[in-house]
């Protein structure tokens, strides 16, 4: 048992122990798309990510990222007041777009009150050379996680579920990852 009373190291608790405070994962709706939604790859998306690219916490992309990290701290700080806070780019794939953009979203995130890091959700065949360079350099400067969407190590499951990669890009997008000593946590459906 670990000292927050779960029998696993959650998240929470490891948050706790590195920032000394509790820290609250903000999702944003940037408004990019997804190469397995827009005909890159496929247009049905993969069959787990709802209509709004598994981004429905989010306000949407109607609003900007400070807009959205706003409301958003509005509602921690009812519940904790002297929380920070870690946007998390959720909705679709938060690396499908060209650099620059990219850059100038993680960094409003980033410039908002109270953030202590980012979290980046992505797929791993979205992550071109520039893309890792970008996120190298965001890492020098914050705490930073890219979020993988693995789902199943089975081949034939990931067909199944529309995934668009096989296992190896995932393994490759994470020692990609490593090599630049960022952080990943796998999205693994559990059943």
Not at 24 to 44: E, H, Y
Not at 122 to 132: N, Y
Not at 166 to 172: C, G, I, L, N, Y
Request: hydrophobic letters at 35%.
């Amino acid at each position: 048992m670990y000292p927050d009373g779960k029998p696993y190291y959650s998240l929470n608790y490891y948050l706790k122990q590195k920032f000394g405070t509790k820290v609250a994962k903000l999702p944003i709706d940037a408004g990019f798309s997804c190469p397995n939604r827009d005909g890159t790859i496929s247009t049905g998306g993969c069959t787990f990510c709802s209509p709004r690219g598994s981004g429905d916490f989010t306000q949407g992309s109607n609003y900007s990222i400070s807009e959205q990290l706003e409301y958003g701290k509005d509602l921690i700080f009812k519940k904790w007041p002297q929380a920070s806070f870690m946007p998390y780019f959720q909705a679709y794939t938060n690396t499908y777009a060209p650099v620059a953009l990219l850059q100038q979203h993680y960094e409003e995130a980033l410039s908002f009150p109270h953030v202590v890091g980012l979290s980046i959700a992505t797929r791993p065949d979205c992550l071109g050379e520039d893309i890792i360079v970008l996120l190298a350099q965001l890492q020098q400067k914050t705490t930073l996680w890219v979020e993988l969407g693995l789902q199943t190590s089975n081949e034939e499951t990931a067909k199944k579920i529309n995934r668009g990669y096989p296992t190896s890009v995932f393994e490759q997008g994470v020692f990609a990852l490593h090599n630049k000593g960022i952080e990943v946590i796998a999205h693994v459906i559990l059943g």
